[in-house]
């Protein structure tokens, strides 16, 4: 974590127990949350009150290249970049990631499935997961009796 003169929490740290503090104080993902199936294009994941929002790296897709499934609480996102045919190449150097690719986040919460939303906009795959609405926060008015 930054502060505001952009120097990391961990700057002032002075022994082994002060960085496994800022680790798991800092730095730790919550347990409730499981992403499987790492290899593949970066996601962020955020939530608001009412949903959850996967954020993928795409650069290069197109809506038809991915695939999305939700089935209970779990979020899979899957993609197949087209391939440029070059003929007669031999690549001395190639870091672009190619072939197909899988992800899946399992949400702590209730999801309603039927209301998930994908935009795909530069790049990036934005997907809105609507908590369901047993599972989200409420305020409860106290009457006068």
């Known amino acids: 974590m930054l502060d505001v003169r952009g120097r990391s ?3 002032g740290a002075t022994s082994l127990r002060d960085i496994v ?3 798991i104080d800092e730095a730790w993902i919550p347990s409730s949350v499981h992403i499987f199936n790492n290899a593949g294009p970066e996601l962020d994941l955020y939530e608001f009150s009412d949903a959850y929002v996967v954020e993928l790296t795409a650069p290069g897709l197109r809506p038809q290249d991915i695939e999305l499934h939700v089935q209970q ?13 070059r003929e007669q190449v031999s690549y001395l150097v190639r870091e672009r990631a190619s072939g197909s690719f ?5 949400f702590p919460e209730p999801i309603d499935t039927d209301a998930v939303e994908a935009l795909l906009e530069h790049g990036i795959l934005r997907v809105r997961v609507p908590k369901a609405k047993s599972a ?4 409860i008015k106290v009457r006068k009796v």
Request: glycine residues 8%; positive net charge; charged residues 30%.
């Open 9 to 11: 929490s961990l700057d």
């Open 21 to 23: 503090n800022w680790i």
């Open 73 to 85: 609480n779990v979020l899979t996102i899957a993609g197949r970049p087209g391939e440029e045919k």
């Open 102 to 106: 899988k992800r899946s986040v399992t």
């Open 136 to 139: 989200r926060a409420q305020t």
